[in-house]
């Protein structure tokens, strides 16, 4: 009983958080198109209102993850719920970007260094706030990356 209504306060936290996102989009940039396994690279990501004329608001909660290749992404978002430290979670091999700063109104930027090659999926987990849009969070982009 007790974890039924534990589950359905997640659950709604889930779903009012996603509906404070309409008007968001989210685009992400990555300064190498072809990167290799080993290299660093930068990711740019900018929050766009998909209404014309209206103001973002402030985005203080604004997160990226990275999914490592061969890893489902529901199952790496779940193992992340409820953790606030960048750390890579064991055997999901997903972790928060530590390194992503605001660099501007709505614009962030982050650094990855890809250790495995194959389509690593980048995913901001929710529209300006804490928690998480499941299946698969608000944004995906995915970069192939290659073996040297």
Same mark, same amino acid.
């Given at each position: 009983? *007790?974890?039924?209504?534990?589950?359905?306060c997640l659950?709604?936290a889930?779903?009012?958080?996603?509906?404070? !996102?309409? !008007? @968001?989009?989210y685009a992400?940039?990555?300064?190498t198109?072809?990167?290799?396994?080993g290299?660093? %690279? *930068? @990711?740019?990501l900018?929050?766009?209102?998909?209404?014309?004329?209206?103001?973002l608001?402030?985005?203080?909660?604004? &997160? =990226? =993850?990275a999914?490592a290749p061969? $890893?489902?992404?529901r199952r790496?978002?779940?193992?992340?719920?409820?953790g606030? $430290?960048?750390?890579r %979670? !064991? &055997?999901?091999?997903?972790?928060?970007?530590?390194?992503? *700063?605001?660099?501007?109104?709505?614009?962030?930027?982050? *650094? /990855? &260094?890809?250790?495995?090659? !194959?389509?690593?999926?980048l @995913? $901001?987990?929710?529209?300006?706030?804490?928690?998480? =849009? /499941?299946p698969?969070g608000?944004?995906?982009?995915? @970069?192939t $990356?290659?073996?040297?």
């Amino acid at each position: 009983m *007790r974890r039924t209504a534990l589950t359905a306060c997640l659950l709604l936290a889930v779903t009012a958080t996603a509906a404070s !996102g309409k !008007g @968001i989009e989210y685009a992400f940039t990555v300064d190498t198109p072809h990167p290799v396994a080993g290299e660093q %690279i *930068r @990711i740019t990501l900018r929050a766009t209102s998909t209404t014309p004329g209206e103001k973002l608001p402030a985005c203080p909660q604004t &997160r =990226v =993850v990275a999914v490592a290749p061969g $890893v489902p992404v529901r199952r790496a978002l779940r193992s992340l719920e409820g953790g606030v $430290v960048s750390r890579r %979670i !064991g &055997r999901w091999d997903a972790f928060r970007l530590a390194s992503l *700063r605001q660099t501007g109104d709505h614009t962030w930027t982050a *650094r /990855l &260094r890809p250790g495995t090659a !194959g389509t690593w999926t980048l @995913i $901001v987990p929710n529209y300006c706030a804490a928690g998480y =849009v /499941l299946p698969e969070g608000a944004a995906r982009h995915e @970069i192939t $990356v290659t073996s040297r």
